[in-house]
């Protein structure tokens, strides 16, 4: 079955970095979009980044735009969201979807066909 797995999230302070991952199995990776979610507590979730099936497109959310990437190498099945300059806003658990239809359409807010099971990023002041 297809599993989506995050790693990498952590406790870091303030305009820190961490470098999170997300290993895809059971998909021809390649053929989906990929993007980054984040849900704050008592927040609802929010688009972050996605990423297009070929990796030649990527697109960033406002909040983190300038200070966050997306990446993904296809041999490895796996994307990454860079993150720079946390901020204590950043903290929520961040999921990674992927999407059939393109990388616009998850920013647009179109529905995933599958998700990963969330890693935590705690940024302190």
């Known amino acids: 079955q297809v599993q989506l797995v995050e790693s990498g999230g952590g406790l870091v302070q303030a305009g820190g970095s961490l470098r999170l991952s997300c290993a895809a199995s059971?998909?021809?990776?390649?053929?989906?979009?990929m993007g980054w979610f984040r849900q704050a507590p008592g927040k609802e979730r929010e688009f972050v980044a996605s990423?297009?099936?070929?990796?030649?497109?990527?697109y960033i959310a406002d909040s983190v735009k300038g200070r966050f990437t997306i990446s993904r190498d296809n041999a490895k099945n796996t994307v990454y969201l860079q993150m720079n300059s946390l901020k204590p806003e950043d903290t929520a658990i961040y999921y990674c979807?992927?999407?059939?239809?393109?990388?616009?359409?998850?920013?647009?807010?179109?529905?995933?066909?599958?998700w990963g099971q969330g890693t935590q990023v705690t940024v302190s002041s």
């Open positions: 990423i297009s099936k070929g990796g030649g497109s990527t």
């Open positions: 979807a992927a999407g059939s239809i393109s990388g616009s359409y998850l920013r647009n807010g179109g529905s995933a066909d599958y």
């Open positions: 059971g998909l021809t990776f390649s053929t989906y979009a």
